[in-house]
């Protein structure tokens, strides 16, 4: 199975400032055929389901503001928040879905500092 | 809209089974392949599996590999997970979700509420 490790596993960041969470595959996860790398990102608040932010590595699902974004192509990848806002507090995870059996990061704790 | 509802969790003994559904509606279920992913009491997600479109292919991972079975359907727009020999690890909060339909391989988009299994003596 492919492995999914995020870094840190926690991070405080004050209100306005970037947010940064990486994520590292076992194995690469660009797609040769379409050159698109099978990675998702999620966030997910205490009592909800996970929300869809990214996917193929650097593509902003509709709806998700613009100070998220994604880089990062094969193995590595990055989460970036620009400015961090209030309602941005949650877990983070990243998730490759190039195999059939999917796997997600351990999560990314991030608060307010 | 496309809405996912998660039914039939609860407390269960420890070697025990329970079957879990999730009815689909406001999209073609029958053109999509359906995961289950679920989380324990304070910890991260763990994907479980994923079944085709028709029902042909299920891929599972190795932590209920033998124990889950993963079927669907498509007459009633309904997913089911088929739990065996349950364990207290087992316990947890389970959700069924579908990719997005701009993108093959784009991540899971949408998810239902959850539903909470208990494996406890």
């Known amino acids: 199975d492919i492995v999914m490790t995020q870094s840190p596993d926690s991070l405080a960041v004050s209100l306005g400032e970037r947010a940064t969470i990486n994520c590292k595959s076992s194995?690469?996860?660009?797609?040769?055929?379409?050159?698109?790398?099978?990675l998702a990102w999620y966030q997910q608040k205490p009592g909800q389901p996970p929300r869809l932010l990214i996917y193929?590595?650097?593509t902003r699902e509709s709806g998700v503001p613009d100070r998220f974004s994604g880089s990062g192509s094969g193995t590595d990848f990055t989460l970036t928040i620009s400015s961090l806002q209030a309602e941005d507090v949650a877990v983070y995870y990243c998730?490759?879905?190039?195999?059939?059996?999917?796997?997600f990061g351990q999560g990314t704790k991030l608060e307010i500092k | 809209q496309v809405q996912l509802e998660e039914s039939g969790g609860g407390v269960v003994q420890p070697g025990r089974s329970l079957r879990l559904s999730c009815a689909a509606s406001?999209?073609?279920?029958?053109?999509?392949?359906m995961h289950w992913v679920r989380q324990g009491p304070g910890k991260g997600l763990e994907w479980l599996a994923v079944?085709?479109?028709?029902?042909?292919?299920?891929y599972y991972t190795d932590s209920v590999k033998g124990r889950f079975i993963i079927s669907r359907d498509n007459s009633r727009n309904t997913l089911y997970l088929h739990m065996h020999s349950l364990r207290p690890e087992d316990t947890g909060v389970y959700y069924c979700?579908?990719?997005?339909?701009?993108?093959?391989?784009?991540?899971?988009?949408?998810w239902g509420q959850g539903t909470l299994v208990t494996v406890s003596s």
């Open positions: 979700a579908r990719r997005t339909a701009a993108a093959v391989n784009g991540g899971l988009l949408y």
């Open positions: 193929w590595a650097s």
């Open positions: 406001g999209f073609t279920f029958s053109g999509y392949a």
């Open positions: 998730q490759q879905s190039y195999s059939s059996m999917y796997t």
């Open positions: 194995q690469n996860l660009l797609y040769s055929s379409n050159n698109k790398n099978y």
């Open positions: 079944i085709s479109y028709n029902g042909s292919h299920q």
